[in-house]
């Protein structure tokens, strides 16, 4: 019998179906298309750059094996990979199978497609050379110059700093910003983006949300827009997402992001992200994503201290031209705070109060705007409070709470120690694990879960945790 690509091909096929599932089959294998046979160099038909990243990385070993098996040992395969509005790159990309595992990629300039999002991204031609314009989605308010430095976020402000500088040219790659609300993550991811326009505007740079993501992820898959959304952000040069945490639990969205990831990383491109947890306290997000979130540098914005949220509080008077005297200033920032969006909403709430009244701005005026907010703030539950907190309720030694033991007990008192920790302050599950006994996440995720279930389920447990409850509370 002759061969011939497409008899070739149909082989390979055969040996591949029986070795992955149905589905992956059908996804992967069923759109490509063998074109060309010359001694032993297959060329195969692939509908997308990603659809070549994919089968490279999961399926090389079994195309080889199937290759092998049919073509013999010295067999090649080339990818010929379809461009949008069916234009072709003459095999872009070279695998030889044989040599190494790893392909071995004779590169040609590819044509970015374009994803499309109405109103912000025009293509612009440059004669030779397709570019496209991004509307980069940054709020210019949201500046270096007006994120004031503190103990709380030096770290993440100099890193942010210095990536504006050099932008995939420095370790923190990602850099991975978290925090609880309110204490300045977008303020910072923007200001990055800001500084990079600012010192070499020629750069791609995208501000996204992650729910934003999610969204134009699902309507691309419904439009059957995919692989040009993928193309898309595989060609910005700084990303950033904020509130990546939003991905937990979206299969199809990691998927692609992990991609996206994968691409700009390899390329030497930049990756911000802000999330609400640290990498290792984010739930149900694959692996192999959190450990990417690891690579770069991850870092805590913290609760300000009294003397930044003065210096706040100053920068905001100033930015709004009103006048404040000293103490009604210490006032503010000595009693709010939580986070910097509440001290910034008691600012505003006070000069509301101000102007509706005509009222001169004084500390009386202050006390009686601000003390509903601070008499229904908590006081400052510390996980130090808790612990002793529970140890006396149990009639428990904070030792034994904090050893190894396994006495159903002090178990108990333990898991109830974590729960509440997690309920009241804005420690991580790590934090949390390292202050009650040395534990780890997990366990601090397994306390909380073994309290809701037995909240639910036994009438005793139940009253100790609203008993404990009161009293925290009051
Ligand atoms: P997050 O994203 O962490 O929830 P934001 O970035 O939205 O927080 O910040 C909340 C508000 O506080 C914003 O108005 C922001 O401008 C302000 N803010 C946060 N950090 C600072 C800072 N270091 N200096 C000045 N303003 C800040
Ligand atoms: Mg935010």
């Keep these: 019998m002759i061969k011939t690509a497409i008899s070739i091909w149909e082989a390979c096929l055969q040996y591949i179906k029986d070795n992955i599932s149905e589905k992956s089959y059908f996804t992967w294998f069923q759109p490509i298309k063998a074109v060309k046979l010359q001694d032993k160099i297959l060329t195969i038909q692939v509908p997308s750059k990603f659809y070549y990243e994919y089968l490279e990385e999961n399926y090389i070993k079994i195309i080889k094996s199937a290759l092998t098996k049919n073509l013999g040992k010295d067999a090649k395969l080339v990818y010929s990979i379809m461009m949008e509005k069916n234009q072709q790159t003459d095999a872009s990309f070279t695998v030889n199978i044989p040599s190494s595992q790893k392909a071995q990629i004779k590169l040609q300039e590819v044509e970015a497609p374009l994803f499309i999002e109405r109103g912000s991204i025009s293509p612009f031609a440059v004669p030779g050379l397709q570019k496209v314009k991004i509307d980069s989605q940054l709020n210019t308010n949201y500046t270096f110059e007006n994120f004031i430095e503190g103990d709380s976020n030096r770290l993440a402000r100099s890193a942010g700093k210095q990536i504006a500088k050099r932008p995939g040219g420095t370790s923190f790659n990602p850099l991975f910003i978290y925090s609880s609300v309110g204490l300045g993550k977008t303020h910072l991811a923007h200001a990055i983006g800001l500084e990079v326009k600012k010192i070499q505007s020629e750069k791609t740079v995208l501000y996204v949300s992650m729910e934003k993501f999610c969204q134009q992820f699902q309507e691309a898959t419904k439009s059957n827009n995919r692989n040009d959304f993928m193309h898309f952000y595989q060609m910005i040069d700084v990303l950033i997402v904020d509130d990546i945490h939003f991905i937990s639990g979206k299969k199809g969205t990691q998927e692609v992001f992990f991609h996206i990831f994968n691409h700009l990383h390899q390329n030497g491109k930049q990756i911000i992200l802000t999330s609400d947890k640290s990498p290792v306290d984010i739930q149900d997000v694959e692996q192999r994503l959190i450990s990417r979130f690891k690579w770069g540098l991850s870092t805590e914005i913290q609760i300000p201290d009294y003397t930044t949220r003065l210096a706040i509080l100053q920068q905001k008077m100033e930015f709004d031209g009103i006048e404040l005297s000293e103490e009604v200033l210490e006032y503010i920032a ?39 907010l601070i008499t229904n703030s908590k006081k400052d539950i510390t996980i130090e409070y808790i612990q002793n907190l529970v140890c006396d309720y149990f009639k428990v030694s904070i030792d034994a709470l904090q050893s190894k033991t396994r006495k159903r007990d002090i178990v108990q008192a333990r898991q109830l120690a974590m729960y509440f920790a997690k309920k009241y302050t804005n420690a991580s599950l790590s934090s949390i694990g390292f202050q009650i006994g040395k534990r780890d996440h997990a366990t601090v995720l397994h306390a909380c879960k073994t309290v809701d279930n037995l909240f639910e389920t036994n009438k005793l447990f139940k009253s100790y945790v609203d008993e404990l409850n009161k009293k925290l509370t009051s």
Excluded at 355 to 369: D, G, P, R, S, Y
């Design 334 to 372: 000595k009693n709010i705070k939580t986070n910097i969006r509440e001290l910034e909403g008691s600012l505003n709430s006070i000069i509301a109060q101000a102007t509706f009244n005509k009222k001169e701005i004084t500390l009386e005026l202050v006390e009686k705007t601000l003390s509903n």
